[in-house]
Every structure is written in C-alpha cells, then in structure tokens.
C-alpha cells in the first residue's frame, strides 16, 4: 500500500488564507491519500486568526512573525529562518503556497532548499512592471521560478507561464479557489445558525432605503496623492448623490486613515468604520450595489455575486475581468471615478450590462480539481 503524502500549507496573510482553506478541506476530506498540514507565518495576526475561526482550521505550526514595524527585509529573512525547523519535522512532499505575499516568496526559497515540490496556487498573474504591485509581482515571479506546479486560474495566467519557457505539464487551469471560498462563504454567512455580532451591527449601519457603494483601498501606490484624489472623488459623489450611502473599512494603515478621515469625515451618507472580518465583508459585498476598490481579490469575488467594480489602480493582474467587462480601472484620477461612478448610478443599461456578465475566474471547484491533479501527479 502506498505511503499518504504529506501535504504542507503554506500561508500568512487574510487574503491567502480565505483562498487557501477551501483548498486545506478539500485535502483534508482525501485523508487515506494525503496527511495534510497548515503552517502559517502570521503575516498578519488578527485578521489571519479571523478567518482561521470562519473555516475552522487549527494551524498545526504557527510561527508567529508579525513585528511592529515589521519590514520586507526582517519579514523575509524570517520566514526562510523558522521554516527550516517545520520542514524538517514533517518532511512535506509537496509544498502549496498561494499568489503574491512575501510569506510565498520567502516559503517558495525555502521549499526549494528542503528539496519539496513546490505548488503555487494562483499562479501566472503578471503586470510585467515589477514596481506595481509592489512588492506584489516581484514575489509572484520569483516564486514562478521556483514551483514545480502551477496552478493557474485562468488561460491568461497560462499563457503567461508558457512565455515564461514553464512545461505545459506542469501547469492547470482551475479557476480561483476564492470562488470556492465565496460560495462557502455565503451559504454559511446567510444560513439561520450563524450568528455573528459584526453582521448584526451592519444591519442596523446599513439604510436600505439607499443604493450602498462599498469602498476598500490599500494599495502602496495609492499612498500620498493618490488617496487624496480618491477621497476628493468620493466626496463629491456623496454630495452628489444623496440616494446613495458609501461605507468604507479604512485599512490600518496610516498612509490611508489620515487621507481619508481628513476629508471624508462628517459627511452624513459617507460611514468610515474598522476593517472588517471576511464574513462580515462577505455579507456586506452581497448587500452593495457597486464596488470601489483597488484590491485585486474582490475584482474575482465580486462578479460572482453581480456586482459591478471600479477599479482604483493603473494596472491590473487579473485582465480577464477587464476583458470581461465585470470590472473598468479607473486608476486614481478623481475625475475619471466620479463620471465611471456616474455612469453606474444613472444608467440601469449600464449596470445591468456590466453585473450580468460571465465570471472569467471560475464555477467554485477550483480545489476539486487541484487535489484531483495531485492524485494523478504520485501515480
């Protein structure tokens, strides 16, 4: 009888684990051919502890990073350190990282040393400018040198990796298993039993007597003038539109709390309130009507749930959804979102045209498909 291989996920931050646990079930509902194991790096703390409670996955080694002041150089140096000792103990097989983190690059370096196959899930993202993101498409790049699979969730994504000279072999295209964790997501989120005081305050937050326009951004390029035209165009379509409520979940950053407290205070349709828990920003996605980010998860998130994004940033990695027409980069010119904006709020057309369209990043069976091709790998 063949030995069980030995699976180690690898994560670190909110995004890579709401992507990553659909994919830690999956392998663990296949336990007489896989023991599988989750080390987290705590890239981030609260908000990874967050979403390790939604899914209901104990981590079985925690190295537990996260420093004030922490920066790419310590992070990194870190994450190669105190991954030795973890692959050492377990002596994965395979080694499943996901997308563009620093805890994926770094775990990426370090796999390849123990010697492991190295699986990227979410792979062959490219903006081919690596400055934006920054350090984003450095580390997904890197870390495309290193794997052994790829996991690409779109053509796109594929085509890219076979630019890249990678073997057709050792590439698949899935979808994104944050489709996988989405429709989880909702069911769960909306099932009679779940009970979860953040949603019940954005109950009582939320008017439903208006049309409400989510708004999330982070980015580093963002920081400086960029957030300033952000929030100079959010105050306008407040003013402008009164019918309209937007709610924002400031992010912690202090390159981001001080633009946007500074000038979208105290405006009466305008709700500045603490980042959310996934399933709270779940439930609030659903109840939206338009999105405004310039985060690139929601860009695959959103269109499965209907609704149209704006995206603040000049460049993207996920082109088919731009291709698709689910969501139009409106970059930071505070112009250019108000008119997009407007064009949403005044044309049904237009909205209907833009929310009804095919999701390009899959069906939800994303880790259906990667653990079925792993199976098939270690025959």
Known sequence: MRDKKKILVVFGTRPEAIKMAPLVKEF??????????????????????????????????????????????????????????????????????????????ATSIAGFYSGAQICHVEAGLRTFNMKSPFPEEMNRSVTGVVA?????????????????????????????TVIDALLFSVDKVNSNNFNDQEIE?????????KRLILVTGHRRENHGQGFINICKALKEIAEAYIDCEIIYPVHLNPNVQKPVYNLLSGINNIKLIDPLSY??????????????????????????????????????ERPEAVEAG??????????????????????????????????????????????????????
């Not at 796109?156 to 990796?161: A, E």
């Not at 338009?290 to 704006?310: C, R, Y």
């Not at 010119?333 to 108000?338: C, H, K, L």
């Open 28 to 105: 663990e509902k296949n336990s007489s051919s896989f023991e599988t194991k989750v080390c987290i790096t705590a890239q981030h703390r609260e908000m990874l502890d967050q979403v390790l409670s939604f899914f209901e996955i104990i981590p079985h080694y925690d190295l537990d990073l996260m420093k004030p002041n922490q920066n790419l150089y310590s992070l990194t140096s870190d994450i190669i350190t105190n991954l030795k000792p973890v692959f050492e103990d377990f002596k994965p097989d395979y080694i499943f990282v996901h997308g563009d983190t620093t805890t994926t690059m």
């Open 201 to 209: 305050s954005l109950k009582k937050l939320v008017d439903k007597e």
């Open 148 to 176: 052994n699979i790829h996991f690409a969730p779109t053509i796109t994504s594929r085509q890219n990796l076979l630019n890249e000279n990678k073997k057709e072999e050792s590439i698949l295209v899935t979808g994104n």
């Open 326 to 379: 689910t969501v139009l980069l409106v970059g930071t010119d505070t112009d250019t979102i108000i008119s997009e904006t407007i064009k949403l709020l005044n044309s049904t057309e237009t909205y209907l045209n833009m929310s009804k369209l095919h999701n390009p990043y899959g069906a939800g069976n994303a880790c259906e498909k990667i653990v079925n091709y792993i199976k098939n790998h270690i025959r």
């Open 279 to 316: 399933p709270a920003f779940v439930w609030l996605m659903e109840k939206s009507y338009l999105i405004i980010t310039d985060s690139g998860g929601v860009q695959e998130e959103a269109p499965s749930l209907g609704k149209p994004v704006l995206v603040m940033r000049s460049t993207t």
